[in-house]
């Protein structure tokens, strides 16, 4: 399943990268994130707790960033399972970077995303619904975090 999402943050590009390149405290702002730890280099290892519609998941899995900001690109691949339901996840997110201004920031997120076993039996309009609604809730959250650390 493809998502993609284009934002601006009141915020010069250096605040933004600083944010960003704090993985754990930027996993933070993800809802549903219980814990996000180092695990090697580039390499985090992450638990998300998500309900969607009657089934709550325990997601675990790794992690990987990899960040280029001389192009203003930061991308995630991550793999993560839930042993107990059968199901996981597997995504590769991209996020590109640029500065309309020197007050704001224009984030461009693309993911595709893999929902797999019971996970992805749920259906997409379900999956869809939810995903959107944990990516505005993380955006609103960068945008606040943004502002708290000025």
Not at 20 to 38: F, H, N, T
Not at 51 to 76: A, Q, S, Y
Not at 82 to 89: E, L, Q, T
Not at 92 to 110: C, F, H, K, R, W
Request: hydrophobic share 40%; no cysteine.
């Amino acid at each position: 399943m493809k998502f993609a999402y284009n934002f601006v943050v009141a915020a010069p590009v250096n605040q933004v990268w600083k944010l960003l390149d704090d993985v754990p405290r930027a996993a933070q702002l993800m809802p549903g994130i219980e814990s996000v730890k180092p695990h090697g280099q580039d390499t985090y290892e992450g638990t998300l707790r998500v309900r969607i519609g009657p089934m709550g998941f325990n997601l675990t899995g790794l992690i990987h960033v990899l960040t280029d900001r001389e192009l203003g690109k930061w991308r995630i691949t991550a793999q993560a399972e839930d042993p107990r339901i059968g199901g996981g996840v597997a995504a590769d997110i991209g996020i590109e970077i640029s500065e309309p201004s020197d007050t704001e920031t224009a984030v461009y997120l693309n993911a595709d995303v893999n929902f797999l076993g019971r996970l992805g039996q749920l259906g997409q309009p379900i999956i869809k619904k939810k995903s959107d609604a944990m990516v505005q809730e993380f955006i609103e959250n960068l945008k606040q975090a943004i502002l708290d650390s000025d």
